[in-house]
């Protein structure tokens, strides 16, 4: 998560005063303090190597597998204490305040699973034959539990250190909220082999553990490559225009912040960030000379310009993980009214994408410096989406930017170092975008 700002302290300390209080006042009366050492031991090993996720701002354990097999052998505390051994992990990375941190989150995580586990009417200590099937009810809401306070409590520390401009909501995938849950569940397998194996129970857990970290890394893995062809394409647009850096991460921003206000799924959010940081990627196969030029554009030059969306189709319609995000490369120039490029759609003829980017791609090309004007200042360019929403852009899009806008703000890019010459090719002198 980087190092944390001085804004989420207080978030920070009365999470890790929680998690002193919830084990200080105990009880420790009758704790089986070898079960402690060996799950503890568990989550030692699983937590030295955690995989890093695409963002680099996240990691993933299994850890909750040894502190659900605590809860239920040795209750709320002592899954908290099993879950405070993340401290001791080798992992490189996290900073001293980020580990201590992340300690208090599963000592948390741990002891709100074991209290609702007794409340469900499940029974601490080693399940046998006749636990089952009543131990099951309870441990799932264990389970749930878990999952629900470690992910609030992360997602609340990733809200305050979030970044202007980024929305409210942290970003935490849903794949790796059901892949935690259904990876607790081996907590209860756990618990339950050791009335045969005893402390070997969770040596033998690691081999299902091995397995799961495995198939996260694969996942991890795959995502860093999707982000760095993405990355590299953005480079290559922007090398040729210097009026483009950081233009295609801004708009993507942009999108996300749409298509979150509309409650857009999680999976089709991810496929618009990548559309919006790719929309341009068209310029490529357009001459430098006319991206740069400071006149206006001869028609040739104009159509040049109006054929980059199609490039861009063309330049990246075999990569296989954009899926939708294609549509909005290709059609980010349509309009509203049916006047816009390169097809000349018009209303829900418009890919849901292309109408997004629409809004996001104008809004950043008017607070952005370009060669002939300064930024826009931000309330002029909203009053610009809406005078033009209807006709260009979609109004319930215009509507949702302007909601997110107003919550979570912008950040403004700073003016370019070196001045380059840029045409307005979008039709309209109020909205500069191509």
Not at 309 to 335: S, T
Request: hydrophobic share 50%; charged share 20%.
């Amino acid at each position: 998560m980087g190092r944390f700002r001085w804004g989420a302290w207080p978030y920070i300390g009365v999470v890790i005063a929680a998690a002193v209080a919830a084990i200080a006042f105990g009880p420790f009366a009758g704790m089986d303090w070898a079960q402690v050492a060996a799950l503890g031991l568990l989550v030692i090993v699983s937590e030295s190597y955690a995989t890093v996720l695409r963002s680099r701002s996240l990691a993933w354990s299994a850890v909750s597998i040894a502190s659900l097999a605590a809860v239920v052998l040795v209750g709320p505390v002592g899954g908290a204490l099993v879950g405070c051994c993340t401290l001791f992990s080798i992992r490189r990375g996290p900073s001293p305040q980020q580990r201590l941190f992340n300690t208090a989150v599963f000592a948390l995580s741990a002891y709100a699973a074991g209290k609702v586990f007794v409340l469900a009417g499940g029974h601490v200590g080693q399940p046998g034959p006749r636990s089952f099937p009543g131990i099951v009810a309870p441990f799932a809401a264990a389970d749930l539990v878990h999952v629900i306070v470690n992910f609030a409590l992360v997602g609340g520390v990733l809200w305050l250190t979030r970044e202007p401009g980024q929305s409210r909501r942290p970003d935490l995938h849903a794949k790796l909220i059901v892949t935690d849950l259904g990876y607790g569940a081996f907590g209860l397998l756990t618990a339950a082999l050791w009335t045969v194996l005893g402390p070997f129970a969770p040596f033998l857990v690691l081999i299902p553990l091995v397995v799961a970290r495995w198939a996260v890394a694969q996942f991890a893995a795959q995502q860093r490559a999707y982000e760095a062809t993405v990355s590299a394409l953005c480079q290559a647009v922007e090398t040729k225009d210097v009026y483009t850096r950081g233009h295609s991460e801004r708009v993507s921003r942009g999108a996300v912040m749409i298509a979150r206000e509309i409650g857009m799924r999680t999976d089709r959010t991810d496929a618009l960030r990548l559309a919006g940081m790719l929309h341009d990627v068209g310029k490529l196969g357009v001459p430098t000379t006319v991206l740069q030029k400071s006149g206006k554009l001869t028609d040739d030059e104009y159509a040049a310009i109006q054929l980059h969306p199609m490039r861009g189709l063309d330049i990246v319609r075999e990569i296989g993980f954009l899926d939708e995000a294609l549509a909005g490369i290709m059609h980010h120039h349509e309009r509203i009214d049916g006047k816009g490029y390169p097809m000349g759609l018009a209303g829900d003829e418009i890919p849901e994408f292309g109408r997004v980017l629409g809004v996001a791609d104008a809004f950043d090309a008017m607070t952005s410096t370009r060669s002939y004007r300064g930024a826009r200042p931000i309330p002029e360019a909203i009053e610009e989406l809406r005078r033009w929403a209807g006709l260009q852009f979609d109004p319930a899009f215009v509507d949702a930017f302007i909601a997110a806008l107003e919550r979570d703000g912008w950040k403004t890019p700073e003016p370019p170092p070196v001045a380059a010459d840029e045409a307005d090719s979008a039709g309209l002198p109020a909205i500069e975008s191509m």
